[in-house]
């Protein structure tokens, strides 16, 4: 009989493998935390009251079972585990009296460098509980609901995360939700924001920040405070960090300082917006409205961009604005706002905005697209989108090459094209001059790409019969008539 050709030591090193595995599973247990519970012992039999305490017991892989009840503590997670609360309403982490300051947490004074949880250097999950402010005082004394560095992971599901602010809210720059890495402490965090309600925060919602940090924000609804004195921001990705940004609602983020601070050609307060974000950052699916800016995005070298199937509507002053960097746009609609896209340049690179199939953009009250010219060119191109019901639909306040609009087979609202100077027979949506727009599009079904003057002519300029002189068309004919017999005649040789 054949024998096995496995050796002895191949076999041993498989059972010791199994049996770590064995062990670790063994390991892993459920802590339980009640506000009616006693700090001692190991939170299994019987329960702990605190948070912290039952992290001390913790060990890799364990589960934190967190009780309804409102636990008054400022956390430190640097184990892989998960706290597992009775409900984002129900389980509530609250911030104590006093925050402790943390030089790996940005910010810039002392009370700006605190957060409630603290999650470093492991991979954790919060799910089904709350993060509550506010800070103590009314600047400057809160930094975070949730900070994640130091390499670490956290799973972030069905929590609330609200009142991250000073008391009451202040103009001061400070109270995010919650945020993954900081470029100022060299700080990287990554993972994902699911099912989760971000709220009276007082600088973001949430920020994704520095190289290296890359997180998932799906399914998430973040609101903002309308008339804040401070320009918040709904969701931040910035200084090279990545972000999956798909099916959140954002809204209500809206700059209360008076102009100049706060104002069309003032600070915004924006519903997503990306600051030099990472390469493969992309914002897709979200309904965002009611901000100054329902998405802001500028200074990217990664681009460009994808952003896919979102609605951006009611903005206070521009729905999408655009800025030193390659935004490609799909499916997307831009419903009322003064400014549908606004396309400009600040510098540091040139701006190209693909309007790339099947957006929308609509009653804005001033131009649908606006591009305007900077220090470096400005180039908004596309075709088979829809652009009806705006004060303007494009705008080019600069001659080529320093700005270039090249938006032929598009939609304008009506089969005989845009009113332009050069369509003196359009209908549809106006754009100025140095937009090209032929073959524009005479239908917004199957986009047939033929319109252009001359066909408008044809259409609308046909000859017309006369109906005041018959017998003089009569007479024509007739002589028509008499001139093709005598050819005929000579040709046959016929007197």
Known sequence: MQGSTRSPRIRSVAFIATALTLAMTVQAATLNVNPTGSDSGNCQASACQTIAYALMQATNGDTLQIAAGTYAEELTINKSVTLQ??????????????????????????????????????????????????????????????????????????????????????????????????????????????????????????????????????????????????????????????????????????????????????????????????????????????ADANLAAYQGAGGPYAMTGNQFSNARFVNVWASDLALDLRNNVLSGSAIGLWAANDGTAATDVNLNGGNIITGASQQGILAEAGALNVNVHGSQNQFYGNGSGADNTAAPPAVTMNLSCNWWGAQTGPVNAGNPLGTGNPVTANVTYTNWSINNTDFLCVGNPTRNQQLLQAAQVPTDAPWALLMAALAVGFAGVGALRRRANLG
């Open 85 to 290: 609360g009775a409900g984002n309403t129900a389980t509530i982490i609250q911030a104590p009296a006093t925050l402790t300051s943390n030089p790996a947490v940005p910010g810039g004074s002392a009370g700006q460098k605190t957060t409630i949880v603290l999650v470093t250097g492991a991979s954790a999950a919060m799910r089904s509980l709350q993060v509550l402010g506010p800070g103590a005082g009314n600047c400057g004394s809160i930094g975070h609901g949730v900070f994640v560095g130091g390499g670490a992971t956290l799973v972030l599901d069905n929590t609330r995360i609200r009142l991250i602010r000073d008391n009451p809210i202040s103009g001061c720059q400070n109270g995010t939700g919650v945020r993954f890495g900081a470029t100022s402490t060299a700080q990287v965090g990554s993972g994902q924001i699911l099912n989760s309600f971000i709220d009276n925060f007082q600088k973001n919602g949430i920020t994704v920040s520095n190289s290296g940090s890359n997180v998932t924000i799906r399914g998430n609804t973040v609101t903002g405070t309308l008339a804040s004195p401070i320009a918040q921001n709904g969701i931040q990705v910035s200084d090279g960090a990545v972000a999956v940004v798909d099916n959140n609602t954002v809204s209500d983020l809206q700059c209360g300082m008076p102009a100049p601070t706060c104002g069309l050609h003032g600070d915004w307060s924006t519903g997503v917006l990306l600051v030099s974000p990472g390469s493969g950052t992309q914002v897709t699916n979200n309904r965002v409205s009611n």
